[in-house]
């Protein structure tokens, strides 16, 4: 059984790098969420995509951030001219949506380290 | 918007004892409620859930019963074990149709140690 996996585990930049961040949800799910946490904190909703649309963004997502999902599979997580802020873990997580029932599994998550 | 609050932490325990982790919520219309858990060095897993009022949620020993009245979803466990010392995290999906509905709203966590 393959779950929810994120590449790469641990990243760490200088301010002012861009970093790019990878998801490889479970095979056939159709929904693929992006989330933050900062320490001692749950996490924040980023974005969502329902295939390859990207249908919700959170306000954390600045300008900075893109993110993308071609083909509806892996989705890319895009941070440009990193800010010491932007330390955080990074969740990945993926749903089959069916009939207003829906579960997410979680990823190991990626964490980011800005210096 | 929605929103989770959970008891604060952390909450230590000897082994055996009673577990009771507060969740309350504020959400519009009907919810569907988790309780995600979070070991030491590895993700989230999804613990046990509840898609309606009074629904109860159960997994591994844990249980959390859907309180529409009270807007709780409070994580209950007979006899803890050294093993379920993890964060655990209470959150809530908006419902079909609803502006929130997809995302998870999580609270902020609670920390468990659980000591021989």
């Known amino acids: 059984d393959t779950g929810v996996s994120q590449n790469p585990r641990h990243k760490i930049t200088k301010r002012g790098q861009n970093v790019t961040f990878r998801c490889d949800p479970i095979?056939?799910?159709?929904?693929l969420y992006w989330y933050r946490q900062t320490l001692g904190q749950g996490p924040e909703f980023l974005t969502y995509?329902?295939?390859?649309?990207?249908?919700?963004k959170s306000r954390l997502l600045s300008d900075r951030f893109s993110a993308e999902r071609p083909k509806g599979s892996f989705s890319t997580l895009e941070i440009q001219r990193t800010e010491q802020g932007d330390s955080a873990m990074y969740l990945c997580?993926?749903?089959?949506?069916?009939?207003?029932?829906?579960?997410?599994?979680f990823g190991p998550g990626t964490r980011l380290l800005v210096l | 918007g929605n929103s989770v609050t959970q008891m604060e932490g952390p909450v230590t325990l000897s082994e055996e004892a009673f577990l009771t982790i507060n969740c309350t919520y504020t959400a519009t219309g009907y919810p569907s409620l988790f309780w995600y858990v979070q070991y030491p060095g590895e993700g989230l897993q999804l613990l046990l859930k509840a898609t309606k009022a009074d629904d109860k949620g159960s997994n591994k020993g844990f249980e959390a019963t859907y309180r529409k009245e009270t807007t709780s979803f409070h994580l209950e466990k007979g006899s803890v074990q050294v093993s379920d010392s993890a964060v655990y995290f209470c959150?809530?999906?908006?419902?079909?149709?609803?502006?929130?509905?997809?995302?998870?709203?999580f609270g902020q966590g609670t920390i468990l140690t659980v000591h021989p």
């Open positions: 995509f329902q295939n390859e649309a990207q249908l919700e």
């Open positions: 095979s056939e799910h159709n929904r």
């Open positions: 959150a809530l999906k908006g419902r079909a149709g609803g502006t929130s509905y997809g995302k998870l709203t």
């Open positions: 997580a993926s749903s089959l949506a069916l009939a207003g029932q829906e579960t997410q599994y």
